[in-house]
C-alpha cells in the first residue's frame, strides 16, 4: 500500500472527555468501554482501514473533534462490519434489504438487515490496509463485475455482484419492493438466475394512493408475516407478536429520538453541527448499523450534546456565518458534505430515511397491520406531487435557502421523480431547485461534475 496523505486522527486533549462517557452498550448486553473504542480509532482502526481514515477536502471523518458522541457514532458504523462477519459465523441470518424502509421485522426475527451500501463496505472492507485510492479501485472492479453479469444501464448500487460472488455470506435476500428503488426490483428478480441460490422473498408494496387503501396494508401485513416467519426459520426461532410490537416500540423511541434532534438542530440560531454530523445523527434514526439497542444509546447522547451547544450557540466546526442551507432529495447519493460546508453551506435534511423517520407505527393491536399502515403512509413513497407537498414542507420547516434533487445514473424511479418534485416545491415555497445526476463513479474525487454544479448553485443561492 502507498500512503499518499496523512490520515486523520483524534487529538490527544479529545480522550479525556471521551473516556468520561458511558460504555456502548449492545443488544446482547456486551460492553464496550470508552479505552476500547479509544484504542480502535486511534490504532486498529486506521491500521486496519486507512481509507476510512483518509481526508480531503471531499471526504473522510468529520473533523468537529469537538462533538465528542461523534467518536462513539464513528466507531458504530466503522465497526458494522466486523459485526456482520461475527453474526453470520454465529448462525445470525443476515438479510439483504434496500435502504429506505422500516427494519422492526427483520430484527424482531432474529435477523439482522443489511442494505446495498453496508454490503459494498463490507465487501470492500474485508480486504484490510488499503489506502482511498485503492478502496475505490476495489469498489470499482466489483461493480465491473455486475456491469458485465446484468446491464450497464442500472446502478448497480443492488450489489447483486457482491451477492453473487460470495463475497459476504448473506442468508436471504428479502427487501421491500417500494417506489424508492428501481434496480433493487431489478436485482433480485436476477438472482432468481444466479449461480448461487439463496432464498428471495420479495416484500411486496402497493403504489398509487396505497395510503387510503385498506386492502393494501392488509396485502403489506400479510407480506410482513411470511418475512418473519422465513427470518425466524433461518434463525430457528419462533417469532411472536409480542417480539414485533417490543421491536416496534424501540424503534419508535428511535424516530422520536430523531425527530426531536433534527427541531432542535432546524431552531438553532446557528447550525450546532457541520453537515457531517448532522446528517450522521439523523440517519442513525432509521439505519440502526446492525444494534438498535446501541444506535439508541448513540441518538441520546448526540441529542444531549447538541442540546448543550444549542442552549450555548456553538457552531459545529467547518461551518461558516450565515450559511447557505440547502434540502437534498433522493436515494443513495448527496453531495459531498464536506465540500458544501466548504463552500459556505450546509446540508439542513434529506429527504430519503427522513421520511421512514417521520412516521410512527402505532403501538396497540396486530402489530403487523399497524406496521403495515405506516410503511404505505411514508410520505417518500406518495404520488409524486404529494411526495412534492410533503417535502415542501420540510423546507419551510428547516428554513432551507435551496433544494437540490440527486440521483444515480440508472436510477429510474427517482431519476423520474425528480423535476416534479422540485417544481412543486419551488412553487409552494418560491425557494430555488435543481436536479443533478450524478455519474456512478465511486470516488468523491471523480465528480468534478457534480460539485462544480453544487458549488455554482451554492453561489447563486448567496
Ligand atoms: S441509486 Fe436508485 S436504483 Fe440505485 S440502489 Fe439507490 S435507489 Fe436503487
Redesign the pocket.
Known amino acids: 500500500m502507498t500512503r499518499t496523505k496523512e490520515l486523520f486522527q483524534y487529538p490527544e486533549e479529545v480522550r479525556s472527555r471521551f473516556f468520561e462517557t458511558d460504555d456502548l452498550v449492545f443488544r446482547d448486553g456486551r460492553r464496550v468501554t470508552p479505552g476500547d473504542i479509544w484504542d480502535f480509532m486511534t490504532e486498529e482502526g486506521p491500521r486496519r482501514h486507512p481509507h476510512l481514515f483518509s481526508d480531503s477536502r471531499y471526504h473522510g471523518l468529520s473533523k468537529d473533534t469537538n462533538l465528542i458522541s461523534g467518536v462513539k457514532r464513528n466507531y458504530f458504523s466503522i465497526t458494522v462490519h466486523d459485526r456482520l462477519t461475527e453474526a453470520a459465523r454465529n448462525g445470525v441470518p443476515v438479510v439483504f434489504i434496500q435502504g429506505g424502509q422500516t427494519h422492526e421485522p427483520y430484527y424482531a426475527a432474529g435477523g439482522i438487515p443489511t442494505r ?1 451500501g453496508m454490503v459494498n463496505g463490507w465487501a470492500t472492507n474485508l480486504k484490510e490496509n488499503q489506502d482511498y485510492q485503492e478502496a475505490d479501485f476495489r469498489r470499482l472492479q466489483i461493480r465491473e463485475i455486475g456491469r458485465q453479469e446484468l446491464t450497464v444501464e442500472a ?1 448497480q ?2 450489489k447483486y455482484e457482491i451477492i453473487q460472488e460470495g463475497m459476504v455470506p448473506i442468508a436471504l435476500i428479502a427487501p421491500y419492493l417500494c417506489l ?5 426490483a431489478y436485482g433480485v428478480e436476477a438472482h432468481r438466475h444466479g449461480n448461487i441460490k439463496i432464498p428471495l422473498l420479495l416484500v411486496d408494496s402497493p403504489v398509487n394512493h396505497q395510503r387510503d387503501k385498506k386492502w393494501a396494508a392488509e396485502y403489506v401485513a400479510d407480506n410482513l408475516r411470511r418475512l418473519t416467519q422465513k427470518i425466524g426459520e433461518l434463525g430457528n426461532r419462533e417469532v411472536t407478536d409480542e417480539d414485533i410490537m417490543n421491536e416496534i416500540k424501540l424503534h419508535n423511541q428511535k424516530r422520536r429520538l430523531a425527530r426531536d434532534y433534527v427541531k432542535l438542530w432546524w431552531g438553532a440560531k446557528v447550525p450546532p453541527t457541520n453537515s457531517t454530523d448532522h446528517t450522521g445523527i439523523m440517519q442513525l434514526g432509521n439505519e440502526s448499523n446492525s444494534d438498535p439497542v446501541a444506535a439508541k444509546q448513540i441518538l441520546e447522547e448526540s441529542y444531549n450534546e447538541v442540546k448543550d451547544s444549542v442552549k450555548n450557540s456553538i457552531k459545529g466546526e467547518g461551518i461558516e456565518d450565515d450559511p447557505v442551507r440547502l434540502f437534498i432529495c433522493g ?3 448527496n453531495p459531498s458534505m464536506k465540500h458544501v460546508d466548504s463552500l459556505g453551506g450546509v446540508v439542513v435534511g434529506k429527504d430519503d430515511g427522513w421520511s421512514e423517520v417521520s412516521v410512527d407505527v402505532e403501538e396497540t393491536g396486530d402489530p403487523y397491520e399497524k406496521l403495515a399502515k405506516a410503511i404505505v403512509s411514508f410520505p417518500y413513497e406518495l404520488p409524486t406531487e404529494e411526495r412534492g407537498l410533503w417535502t415542501a414542507e420540510q423546507v419551510v420547516r428547516s428554513n432551507a435557502d435551496g433544494l437540490i434533487f440527486m440521483h ?1 445514473w ?3 424511479y ?1 431519476s423520474g421523480a425528480a423535476r416534479m418534485v422540485a417544481d412543486v416545491v419551488r412553487e409552494e415555497t418560491g425557494i430555488p431547485t435543481i436536479t443533478i445526476e450524478r455519474a456512478m463513479a465511486e470516488s468523491r474525487e471523480g465528480h468534478e461534475q457534480m460539485h462544480s454544479r453544487v458549488e455554482i448553485f451554492i453561489e447563486m443561492l448567496r
Open positions: 446495498p446502478c448500487t443492488a424508492r428503488c428501481s434496480d433493487i436515494s443513495c447519493v444515480q440508472g436510477c429510474n427517482q
